[in-house]
């Protein structure tokens, strides 16, 4: 499989969850991370892992910008498996023009936990969270529901309801050429929330995310898993290989 972190930069984030880009110099006050989405790509899918954020330049969507940059289409992309519904993993799935959504990747079918929607649609007043967005997904052609705790989407593709950092936070594997992939997303945000064994009061489920790590570890260890950070501003993939651990750039 190949892995390609679509590195957005790093960012800040202050309480009204608006993020701003950290650049040389900065010195600006919140919650600094960096924002990434994947796409791994095996013989039968090219599969984005999160959106990202929305950002569009000059009419253009970043993501596209991005993606190019690591010499893919967007039309290439055939599936995107969404974690949650926080706005710095789903507002790149499009843009508005004249009140409609204009999707970035209408030809990919989209993974989404049915309810997480509901979850997320219960917080109305939480500015994680994009309404617009959310009231659209379940009318959109290409949008696949997932209603399980636990399933297969393809021979490749694994997915599990984590439900810690949002009620129905799902995290997922994909397994092709003797390799494991392993993406927590939010539940596994970055390489140090296994060193500190943490229960954090911000997330849906604070302790159970915490003992999801713990036993995500030591499956990684044991089956020599490679583990995608998405918030992680220095290390965006890492690779156990026999017990051990190195960083893939």
Same mark, same amino acid.
């Given at each position: ?189 970055? $390489? ?18 915490? +003992?999801?790590? $713990? ?18 501003? $220095?290390?965006?993939?890492? +690779? ?10």
């Amino acid at each position: 499989m190949e892995i390609i972190a679509l590195q957005e930069g790093n960012y800040v984030a202050n309480s009204k969850k608006e993020f701003q880009l950290l650049t040389d110099g900065s010195n600006v006050s919140g919650l600094k991370m960096a924002i990434q989405p994947f796409v791994v790509i095996t013989d039968n899918d090219v599969i984005l892992l999160d959106f990202g954020l929305g950002f569009v330049n000059n009419g253009v969507p970043f993501i596209y910008e991005i993606l190019r940059k690591n010499n893919i289409e967007p039309q290439q992309i055939t599936k995107v498996l969404v974690s949650h519904l926080h706005k710095d993993h789903i507002e790149g799935i499009g843009y508005f023009e004249n009140g409609n959504l204009v999707q970035n990747f209408p030809n990919a079918t989209i993974y989404i936990q049915k309810r997480e929607i509901d979850f997320a649609l219960d917080q109305i007043n939480n500015p994680s969270y994009v309404p617009e967005i959310l009231n659209e997904l379940e009318n959109l052609p290409n949008v696949e529901l997932l209603n399980a705790d636990s399933g297969q989407i393809t021979n490749e593709i694994f997915y599990e309801v984590s439900a810690g950092h949002t009620q129905f936070h799902q995290v997922f594997w994909i397994k092709a050429d003797d390799e494991i992939v392993f993406y927590g997303a939010d539940d596994l945000p970055q $390489k140090i929330y296994w060193s500190m064994h943490v229960a954090y009061k911000t997330d849906f489920d604070g302790k159970r995310a915490r +003992e999801s790590r $713990k036993k995500w570890e030591q499956q990684a260890k044991d089956e020599n898993w490679k583990v995608l950070f998405y918030h992680d501003m $220095k290390e965006p993939i890492l +690779e156990f290989i026999e017990e051990e651990m190195k960083y893939v750039s």
